[in-house]
């Protein structure tokens, strides 16, 4: 165990690390990751901070959404992901782009209070206990409600048959261009508060209210975004190069129907979704685990299943992913991490909505070119292709040796095996 880890100044935490590591070489590369300038800034972000950890920010260019073009900054580990992004952008943008539309932005918070007496009690003195709610909160909401947003109702829900005397206040909220999250639970907290008072005063006796929590939901089931591509079967025609339209129409689609009966293949299907989406939201400084934690409840509404559908009618191929996004473009992140401003640039600086629209549509174009490689070659040649440069960096080959690799398996499977006996080949020559 380590005794008292926050009060150690920064190169203090580092030397410890690097002890218990036993590696002196630990605190120079730590070290090395700093920034020269802004470290204090980063630092400030979290806790216990030895350094930064870099992932690369790229950028899928040309996605064509509703009638305007975008270049997406992407901030991903995994290869192929923005390539995967970046060629259904190019494949849409000569068919019609893709369409993208916010159906709904509101977001739900509950105050979970247990209370042991009549729920007639509560729910007769709903109405006024709802006035005093709205009131006592309006310092908190004034300056929401001037940007467009606030408190959208509030409803009293009796769970007390499912779990003894468990009610809550369930609240709808409006966040503008702010996730939210820090207001809703700061309002939250409040009305807790507000309830708390509410009974001491009216409910005289021996029972009383006793709040367990007040948080928002990261379900969010009204806060959604459905994105569509659509053309011709036949304008899909050898889209690997090979297969008819009418076949790849129906493979891509028969894939995406497995998808949706059976969970197994849901969550490798969700996951490719979500390579993008995760991908835009780390680039613009949203929070992906509440993204992820909405995609998933939402997926399993009905069952687990996948988030996007596919439509073939009157020789029509229509593509299209639902889901929740709960994300923001001012607040947080977003305005203080120097990289998700200037994604949030590059991205001409949108609103909330928009925002969701072109995220939507980066899931929606990995989906596209997940399946569509599963359903033609399979995913692992180009993914091994990409995944080539990586796989050399441990032989420390020089470029003119790089180059040769490369060339060799432009035309052949990448194996580590087929790697590493070619490499052996050309360094013992
Ligand atoms: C890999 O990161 C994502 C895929 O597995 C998605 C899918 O199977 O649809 C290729």
């Known amino acids: 165990m380590i005794n008292g880890f926050s009060r150690l100044s920064k190169n203090e935490k580092i030397s410890c690390i690097s002890s218990l590591l036993g590696d002196e070489g630990f605190a120079a590369e730590a070290i090395s990751y700093s920034?020269?300038?802004?470290?204090e800034l980063f630092d400030s972000f979290s806790e216990n901070t030895l350094t930064n950890y870099m992932l690369p920010f790229g950028i899928a260019p040309n996605f064509l959404i509703n009638g305007k073009v975008y270049h997406v900054p992407m901030v991903v580990e995994e290869s192929s992901v923005v390539a995967a992004a970046s060629a259904a952008a190019k494949f849409w943008s000569t068919r019609g782009g893709f369409q993208a539309k916010v159906i709904s932005t509101l977001k739900k918070g509950h105050v979970h209070f247990l209370w042991p007496g009549y729920p007639e009690t509560l729910i007769n003195s709903f109405p006024a206990l709802k006035e005093n709610l709205l009131k006592g909160t309006l310092?908190?909401?004034k300056r929401m409600q001037e940007r467009g947003g606030g408190?959208?109702?509030?409803?009293l829900e009796d769970f007390s048959s499912r779990l003894n005397g468990y009610y809550r206040l369930a609240v709808d909220f409006e966040t503008a261009d702010s996730m939210g999250a820090n207001f809703?639970?700061?309002v939250l907290?409040?009305?807790a508060g507000i309830l708390r008072e509410f009974a001491q005063v009216n409910f005289s006796g021996k029972d009383h209210i006793e709040v367990i929590m007040s948080i928002l939901s990261n379900h969010v089931p009204e806060c959604l975004?459905?994105?569509t591509v659509s053309c011709p079967v036949s304008n899909l025609d050898k889209v690997d190069g090979e297969t008819p339209a009418d076949v790849f129409a129906r493979k891509f689609k028969t894939a995406v129907d497995i998808a949706c009966m059976d969970p197994y293949r849901a969550a490798t299907h969700n996951k490719g979704i979500m390579n993008g989406i995760d991908a835009v939201v780390i680039a613009t400084g949203n929070d992906f685990r509440a993204v992820e934690a909405g995609a998933h409840t939402y997926a399993s509404t009905d069952g687990y299943k996948s988030l996007s559908k596919v439509e073939i009618e009157n020789g029509n191929f229509t593509f299209s992913l639902k889901m929740p996004l709960a994300i923001g473009t001012v607040g947080g992140l977003t305005a203080l991490h120097p990289m998700a401003k200037r994604a949030m640039q590059i991205l001409g600086n949108p609103s909330a909505r928009e925002l969701m629209g072109i995220i939507a549509s980066v899931g929606l174009a990995n989906n596209?070119?997940?399946?569509?490689?599963?359903?033609?070659?399979?995913?692992?040649?180009?993914?091994?292709k990409m995944h080539l440069s990586n796989m050399l960096i441990p032989y420390n080959l020089g470029a003119d040796k790089k180059k040769m690799v490369e060339d060799y398996f432009q035309s052949r499977p990448v194996s580590y095996a087929a790697v590493s006996e070619y490499i052996n080949q050309i360094i013992s020559k």
């Open 35 to 39: 920034h020269p300038e802004k470290q």
């Open 139 to 141: 310092p908190l909401t």
């Open 151 to 155: 408190i959208a109702d509030i409803k």
């Open 184 to 186: 809703i639970n700061t």
């Open 189 to 191: 907290e409040e009305m």
């Open 225 to 227: 975004v459905e994105c």
């Open 368 to 384: 596209f070119s997940a399946v569509k490689a599963l359903v033609t070659k399979g995913i692992q040649q180009g993914h091994m």
